[in-house]
């Protein structure tokens, strides 16, 4: 069995940075939190989490005075405020590319276009983009859903940073000829379409693809998502020890990829639980030979 594993995996560069940053700051500070689990994933959280860095629902559970920092998703303006207010030391690892779909939806506002965000409404990463364009714009999960929002004649689209290019794509196409201006922002991440298309390619060469990563990952969930488009039967883990020895069977080349959020050494222990029990199957088949 052959067990490829896609050269792009492991923490994207908002991520590494956003750990960097809580490295750091676990040891310079003892009332220390996150708002909001400092990445989406729990393995990592945890560890994080016994180093000292507490997860904050936001940022009315910090306490006055103490040290919050915003994750790679970035959060709305009034998070600064309230901390400003109430002495709380920020640290911002907003990573610099969800600043900048930020800054592209208030600038838009600010011209009078109506704002749609390309996104998940739960996440917190377009709820930030929302809260940074005065509250004005409105997240459209697809090209299928925009037909809810009443339009008016200036329309400005951005997107998610970990949206798919295709949804992006098909969205525009089908505003087009509902307005009579569209500004288009592709805000789409280069990591993330680089994961996304490298995931795609190693899908379509393969049996059967394993996706790791949180549950709770968006960029994740949008691999599983692409590599399941592909037509290849795709699970999606949090861990190795999930893999169950009958997916495996008859299979003679395997994928491995992981999202953003998910620690390289994840990925290889994926693989290395792959060749485990390929070797054991191995082992099987061979006693049973005569
Ligand atoms: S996926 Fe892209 S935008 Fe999101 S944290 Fe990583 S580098 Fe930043």
């Known amino acids: 069995m052959a067990v490829k594993v896609v050269e792009q995996a492991g923490f994207c560069f908002g991520v590494?940075?956003?750990?960097?940053?809580?490295?750091?700051?676990?040891?310079?500070?003892?009332?220390?939190?996150?708002?909001?689990?400092?990445?989406?994933?729990?393995?990592?959280?945890?560890?994080?989490?016994?180093?000292?860095?507490?997860?904050?629902?936001?940022?009315?559970?910090?306490?006055?005075?103490?040290?919050?920092?915003?994750?790679?998703?970035g959060a709305g303006p009034e998070v600064y405020r309230q901390a400003q207010a109430r002495g709380i030391q920020i640290i911002d690892a907003t990573c610099p590319f969800v600043a900048r779909v930020q800054r592209e939806a208030a600038a838009f506002a600010q011209q009078g276009y109506q704002v749609l965000v390309l996104g998940e409404p739960d996440h917190p990463e377009p709820r930030a983009i929302v809260a940074h364009s005065g509250g004005q714009a409105t997240i459209v999960e697809s090209a299928h859903n925009w037909a809810e929002v009443e339009l008016g004649p200036k329309v400005a689209v951005?997107?998610?940073?970990?949206?798919?290019?295709?949804?992006?794509?098909?969205?525009?196409?089908?505003?087009?000829?509902?307005?009579?201006?569209?500004?288009?922002?592709?805000t789409i991440c280069e990591a993330t379409t680089k994961r996304q298309q490298a995931s795609l390619a190693l899908a379509r060469e393969v049996d059967v693809m394993i996706v790791v990563g949180g549950y709770h990952s968006a960029n994740t969930r949008r691999l599983a998502e692409i590599c399941h488009d592909s037509g290849t039967l795709t699970y999606h883990v949090e861990t190795a020890d999930e893999i169950e020895p009958t997916w495996l069977a008859g299979v003679q080349n395997i994928g491995v990829t992981g999202g953003a959020?998910?620690?390289?050494?994840?990925?290889?222990?994926?693989?290395?639980?792959?060749?485990?029990?390929?070797e054991s199957e191995q082992e099987d088949y061979d006693d049973h030979q005569f």
């Open 261 to 278: 959020s998910t620690p390289q050494q994840a990925t290889q222990q994926v693989a290395k639980r792959i060749r485990e029990i390929a």
């Open 158 to 186: 951005v997107a998610q940073t970990t949206q798919r290019l295709d949804n992006l794509q098909d969205l525009v196409a089908a505003l087009l000829p509902a307005v009579s201006e569209l500004r288009v922002a592709n």
């Open 16 to 73: 590494r940075r956003a750990m960097q940053l809580a490295q750091q700051a676990i040891v310079q500070h003892d009332r220390l939190y996150s708002l909001g689990p400092l990445i989406h994933n729990r393995q990592v959280v945890d560890s994080l989490a016994k180093d000292g860095l507490r997860v904050a629902a936001d940022i009315g559970a910090v306490p006055d005075g103490g040290v919050a920092m915003v994750r790679a998703h």
